[in-house]
């Protein structure tokens, strides 16, 4: 009888794709990472629905929605990922009491996505998320919520956990 797998209870990087893949189809994972160990543990991000969270709630709450939102998103960001330091009130207080700057919203929106690609890179996914594209979006009907929220369901997507649960991290 050998002893039980530490890694058992966590679920696996999703399969690699298949070798024919169509052109248009980018593969999410490394091919290489199904034989790799994780080398730390995260906690699960929540899926939400881009389109309620773009403008759904915020219109329902006045906009109050889109500050719980922002905080809720570093929250998890800094759960998912321990190793690194995501500070969590500090960019939703920026929105907040800063916004009369202008400059100060648009470098917290920047950092936010550079948040994402890093939480992205710790899944082992291919990075997808532009910290450009989304400010720039910001200016389009606050398109950008809708874009990082996109890109962050791209990581739970790729792990189906539920949130909360304990995910293997892999780079």
């Not at 719980?68 to 929105?95: C, N, Q």
């Amino acid at each position: 009888m050998s002893a039980p797998d530490p890694n058992a209870s966590f679920p696996g990087p999703p399969a690699p794709p298949a070798p024919e893949t169509q052109p248009g189809q980018a593969a999410q994972h490394l091919p290489e990472q199904a034989a790799q160990q994780p080398v730390a543990n995260g906690i699960a991000m929540k899926n939400r629905h881009p389109v309620t969270v773009w403008l759904l709630w915020p219109l329902i709450t006045f906009g109050i929605y889109h500050l719980v939102w922002y905080f809720k998103i570093h929250k998890e960001m800094a759960e998912f990922d321990r190793r690194r330091s995501v500070p969590t009130v500090g960019p939703m207080l920026v929105l907040l009491l800063l916004s009369w700057t202008v400059i100060a919203p648009l470098v917290s929106y920047y950092n936010c996505g550079n948040r994402i690609r890093n939480a992205q890179r710790a899944a082992g996914m291919q990075v997808t998320c532009s910290p450009v594209v989304g400010l720039l979006l910001m200016f389009v009907f606050g398109l950008g919520i809708l874009y990082y929220q996109v890109e962050l369901n791209k990581i739970t997507d790729a792990y189906q956990a539920p949130a909360g649960q304990q995910i293997p991290l892999w780079v």
